[in-house]
């Protein structure tokens, strides 16, 4: 599915990405200004208007993919377009500028633009790789499932460790009472907790059952099985969430971007025939 | 001693269920150890948490652990209880009781506190959604739009509508008046680039010629409005050639499509021009074509491929004065080279006019009476020597002292003695002859002619004319051409001097002698690329301002 936007239709989109991207390459070789290439001549201005125009139909698909049902082209159509036409922007505004940059609206309105089509590349190659790997990762569970399960072996820990010291019960505690899965968008991004309590569990009682005598021996080897199946969930929920933090997270840079981009962009216009 | 544990667990259905049990022991421990007297089975509560004894004083309690232990609120490590007190371990409240008969101590103990609901706790715990976070798409959208609308569109245009306030974002990190600025100012128009109205004088209209002729008020025509008139030269404002904010390098319109689109067919589109079509200096451009003098106040622009001559006046045979061995001189032999004569003037641009003196002079002595060899002429007009030569043997005739044999006596008599009048007559007659015998070598190949052209003057017996020398200022004054640039080569590399025997021959290269270094607008590795205005000018001083200058409302055409 994810694969077939890129495919879609065999390709067309593609097509007309390339088509476009050939076109500016061949008018901007052949173009000939009066002195150096730049948004002010002919062609600046023609791959100006197109590059304006290619900018606020990519934003409206943000309006259109909202619509579902709408339209009489096919969302599928949309999108393939949207990220092949997106990408031939680069061609088509880097010409433009004519490699003019500097400190100011204009190549601040490249700069964003540059970043927003750089976030959206990085939200089509989430979409092809990260639901693979959730899905090898959740190996048939949900996040809520896999919370749930994680709530039972705390339960089940805390009754295996009843009979043992203090200490061992204060990590057990501390597992069940302030582990957490996910929290900041860093933490959800980077998929780890770098002091993870119920990891310190592990590593506490995997240190006591070595030491443990009888009776006590044999609860202790059952909570460290009972901390070690709470780890691996924990740490396949935290990488749960980390793959749909990176489904998600280019999305937080590629709108709101767009936005500083539009406002560049309408600033950028108005500057130019402002000071024409 | 005999202490009644009581817990009391309540039902979910309201009242409570309470359970006995009477220990006997010297010390009864709380905690989650089983073998406890009283067993709390809590993970928050220690193996042994807290110690119930039986002194005389009364009944204590003491904490082991040290912490989790109140007694009526107050944390304590030990107290004595009394029955009424409220005491709290860990998650449990405990209630000591009035003792019943036979029976030491009562207590009774209930969960008051019990762990909460794992999942949902870990639920609350976890944000497992960048949605739940703080980061929210659409705020920060909306507040990265108005925050650029604002830098980088209402600054702006407030600073434009009011100096105050881009003097007062003059400091700010983000400056309102250059945020918009495309690029520098080229250098010569950098003094004034933070006055955008200079040139940007109305919003939303192209800059206007207006503002650039305040300045460049006597900037001048292209062609001759009264033979040309180019209605295409209106459509063409300061700005189609010079562009600003472009970087700091000069503004002059470099790229000769400009030139081309109307030189290339020049002939066709103005059919009265004696310019011949021309696309690029290194495919299409014609043979240089000098301002040769042809004759008496003629000037006319004669192709190097037709061997233009040069009728100066002047007899100059630079090969002679180029031999490798030398040139005979006062003071033997001297090797000359082309710097004796040509001299560049201060600029470096161009050569200085030759001169015979201190040029020539140095050898070319005006000397013609073998007899009296301290006789030089100046170097002036021709009546001016004819009088001086006349004067010249009129004094040494009334002088005498002359040796020659053929001389009338007066003029060989001893010098000093008095003479007659008839003796002066005769004098003055020798003189006479004597000068008009040696004016035909005075104005021959030896003194004046050895460079000038001089005739007998048919209008005047016995007086000479000398043509009137005519040399070509600059030979190709619709070109530039640099000599100071060119230091690196020596002057034989393009004029061929050294093999000219007349003054007629026009010692310039021919276009294929630059093309050797030079081609036109496209690169090439081992040339030099040269457009119409590494040689050419656009605005030709000789043709007048270009605008009106009074009303300063346009091209002038009329």
């Known amino acids: 599915m994810n694969q077939s936007i890129l495919v879609y239709r065999r390709f067309r989109y593609l097509k007309l990405a390339l088509l476009l991207v050939l076109a500016s390459v061949i008018l901007y070789a052949f173009h000939q200004p009066m002195r150096v290439p730049n948004g002010g001549t002919w062609l600046g201005y023609t791959l100006g208007t197109i590059g304006v125009l290619l900018i606020l139909w990519l934003m409206w698909f943000g309006i259109r993919k909202r619509r579902y049902g709408g339209g009489k082209v096919m969302l599928e159509d949309w999108l393939s377009a ?96 302030e582990t957490r899965v996910g929290g900041s968008m860093w933490r959800q991004l980077s998929g780890r907790d770098a002091s993870c309590p119920t990891h310190r569990a592990l590593a506490q009682a995997t240190g006591l059952a070595a030491k443990a005598q009888r009776e006590e021996a044999a609860a202790m080897r059952r909570v460290v099985t009972v ?24 999305l937080h840079i590629h709108v709101p971007l767009s936005f500083a981009l539009l406002a560049a962009l309408v600033a950028h216009v108005i500057s130019v025939f402002f000071y024409w | 001693m005999q202490c009644l544990i009581t817990f009391v667990t309540k039902r979910a259905r309201g009242g409570t269920v309470n359970k006995d049990n009477l220990v006997n022991a010297d010390v009864v421990r709380f905690g989650r150890a089983t073998d406890c007297e009283v067993h709390l089975p809590d ?60 029976i030491d101590a009562a207590v009774s103990i209930e969960m008051a506190r019990p762990l909460s609901d794992d999942l949902a706790q870990l639920h609350e715990r976890s944000r497992v959604s960048l949605g739940a976070t703080a980061l929210s798409k659409r705020g920060l959208s909306w507040s990265l739009f108005v925050l650029v609308v604002l830098l980088f569109l209402v600054a702006p245009v407030v600073a434009y509508l009011s100096p105050g306030a881009r003097e007062a974002t003059k400091t700010w990190p983000i400056k309102a008046d250059t945020a918009w600025n495309s690029g520098e100012i080229s250098n010569a128009h950098k003094f004034f680039s933070g006055d955008c109205g200079a040139c940007h004088q109305k919003a939303f209209v192209p800059v206007e010629d207006k503002a650039c002729i305040a300045c460049h008020k006597t900037i001048e025509q292209h062609a001759d409005p009264k033979s040309f008139q180019m209605a295409d030269l209106h459509k063409f404002g300061c700005q189609s050639c010079h562009k600003e904010h472009e970087g700091s390098h000069p503004i002059v319109l470099s790229n000769q499509q400009f030139c081309v689109q109307c030189h290339e067919s020049l002939a066709t589109l103005a059919p009265k021009t004696a310019l011949l079509n021309t696309a690029d200096f290194g495919r299409a451009h014609p043979e ?115 040796e020659d ?49 001089a005739k007998p003057d048919t209008a005047t017996p016995g007086s000479f004319v000398i043509e009137k020398p005519q040399v070509a200022q600059r030979w190709l004054p619709k070109g530039a051409f640099p000599h100071d640039r060119h230091a690196t080569m020596v002057c034989g590399d393009c004029h061929q001097a050294t093999k000219s025997a007349s003054s007629e021959d026009v010692l ?51």
């Open chain 1, 82 to 177: 949207h990220v092949y036409l997106g990408i031939a922007l680069i061609v088509v505004a880097t010409l433009h500028t004519g490699f003019q940059f500097g400190w100011n609206v204009h190549t601040l309105a490249y700069a964003l633009m540059m970043i927003v089509i750089a976030s959206g590349v990085f939200g089509v190659y989430a979409y092809i790789r990260y639901p693979l790997l959730m899905t090898e990762n959740r190996r048939g569970t949900t996040l809520d499932q896999m919370l749930a399960q994680m709530a039972e072996l705390d339960r089940e820990c805390r009754d295996a460790a009843m009979g043992l010291g203090d200490e061992i019960n204060r990590y057990i505690l501390a597992s069940s009472q």
């Open chain 2, 405 to 453: 044999p053929a001389a009338p006596a007066a003029v060989r008599r001893r010098p000093g003695t008095p003479l007659s009048e008839p003796e002066r007559l005769d004098a003055l007659a020798w003189a006479e002859k004597r000068s008009n015998d040696m004016m035909p070598i005075v104005f021959g190949r030896t003194v004046c002619g050895a460079c000038h052209v």
């Open chain 2, 288 to 402: 240089f074509r000098p301002s040769v003098v042809t004759g008496p106040g003629e000037i006319k622009r004669v192709s190097l491929a037709d061997k233009p001559q040069e009728r100066s006046g002047l007899i100059f045979p630079h090969d002679k004065h180029l031999v490798p061995e030398g040139v005979r001189s006062p003071n033997g032999r001297m090797k000359m080279d082309c710097g004796h004569c040509h001299v560049p003037e201060p600029g470096g641009r161009l050569m200085m006019p030759v001169k015979m003196e201190p040029m020539c002079d140095g050898c070319h002595l005006l000397k013609f009476e073998p007899t009296r060899l301290d006789w030089v002429l100046p170097h002036g007009r021709p009546a001016d020597v004819i009088r001086l030569v006349r004067g010249l043997y009129d004094g040494l005739a009334l002088r005498g002292g002359v």
């Open chain 2, 508 to 558: 310039l290269p021919p276009i294929a002698v630059c093309q050797n270094c030079h081609t036109g607008a496209a690169s090439a590795s081992n040339k030099i690329s040269s457009t119409c205005v590494s040689c050419h000018k656009f605005h030709l001083r000789e043709l007048g301002p270009m605008f009106d200058a009074a009303s300063m409302t346009g091209l002038r055409t009329q």
């Open chain 1, 227 to 250: 901390l070690q199946r709470k780890c691996d969930l924990v740490t396949r929920a935290r990488r749960d969430v980390q793959i749909k933090a990176m489904l998600d997270v280019w």
């Open chain 2, 43 to 102: 993970p928050r509560i220690a193996l042994r948490q807290v110690e119930l004894h039986l002194r005389e004083g009364g009944l204590f309690i003491e904490s082991l652990t040290g912490t989790d232990l109140t007694v009526n609120g107050a944390i304590v490590r030990s107290a004595l209880v009394h029955p009424g007190d409220k005491l709290a371990i860990g998650p449990y409240d405990v209630t000591i009781n009035p003792p019943k008969a036979g």
